[in-house]
């Protein structure tokens, strides 16, 4: 940085004085009568010299200030985004550790009652409920982890198809009421006029997860209350919702959720769990889907997560139902 720009200080005074000396005493023979006219212009001469190679230096100079300013400026933006990652990555690890512990000591703790002759057949089908449960918790994790790996390499492939909205929603109903009824939630679904026609383009596996995501979320943070799910054709696209009555999401979490190792807060993970993948996998794969994702709350009121994808009206490819 500093060769160069004393290259460029070195350069500029050079043919700024080789044009000057060139073409300044033509031009002062050309307007002077006697001697000390001719002095007199070359003393405004060596000035005006002075005046111009001090304007295109501070010039030069000032350019190189703002610029080292700005990459001054763009490397602590850099560090500081570097160290809330590093704080975010190591909170994720550690609260990581924690949801990956916790069923698999379940899992191992279970697995051990069902050896132990004391526990009748009743007791041991409860154990093996509970070895169930924290299996599916571990895959999911798991699951969780693989596809934000594969989302950040690009390795995931979108295979878009033709979906009927209103069969895709009644279809997946079985799993949702399952969820709602094992915890107790109501569960609204509400299909718009003439949604029968209503087609979407979109990945049809990659738009349960992201469903799977929303309803479970809307579970977790929702101790006791209802469950919404629907949607609405709007212009070009179709934008979906699960709305939740549950805790809500104060505004200062609001624009960060959908960050990878975002949790809402330490004391809410550390209550409802949950490992701060889920919505930045959702925002992922709606948007390479070509839609967007956002949410609308009132801490302490719920929760409602909108998605839009592309609405489909052709006729000649697969669809869903």
Partial sequence: MKNRIALQISLIYFFTGSLWIL??????LSRAGSGNSITVLQTYKGWFFIGITAILLFLLIRKEIITKSEIEQNLIKAKLKAEVSDRLKSAFLSNMSHEVRTPLNSIIGFSELLTDADFDEDQKKKFTQQIIRNGNNLLSIISDILDISKLESGEIK?????????KFISNMM????????????????????????????AD????????????????????????????????????FYVKDTGIGISDEYRNKIFEHFMQVEAD??????GNGLGLAISKNLIEQMGGEIWVESTFGEGST????LPEFKGKKIQYLG
């Avoid at 073409?23 to 002062?28: K, L």
């Avoid at 809410?268 to 769990?273: E, N, W």
């Avoid at 997560?305 to 839009?308: A, D, G, R």
């Fill in 174 to 201: 079985e799993q949702f009421l399952l969820q709602t009824d094992r915890n107790k939630h109501k569960l609204i679904v509400t299909f718009p006029k003439n949604s029968e026609n209503v087609f979407v383009f």
């Fill in 23 to 28: 073409f300044s005493d033509q031009f002062i």
């Fill in 204 to 239: 049809v596996d990659r738009l349960m997860q992201v469903f799977n995501n929303l309803v479970a979320n809307a579970i977790k943070f929702t101790p006791n209350g209802s469950i919404e799910i629907g949607y609405q054709p709007k212009g070009q696209m179709v934008e």
């Fill in 158 to 166: 979108i295979r878009k198809i033709k979906i009927n909205a209103q």
């Fill in 305 to 308: 997560f909108y998605f839009t």
């Fill in 268 to 273: 809410s993970t550390r209550k409802y769990g």
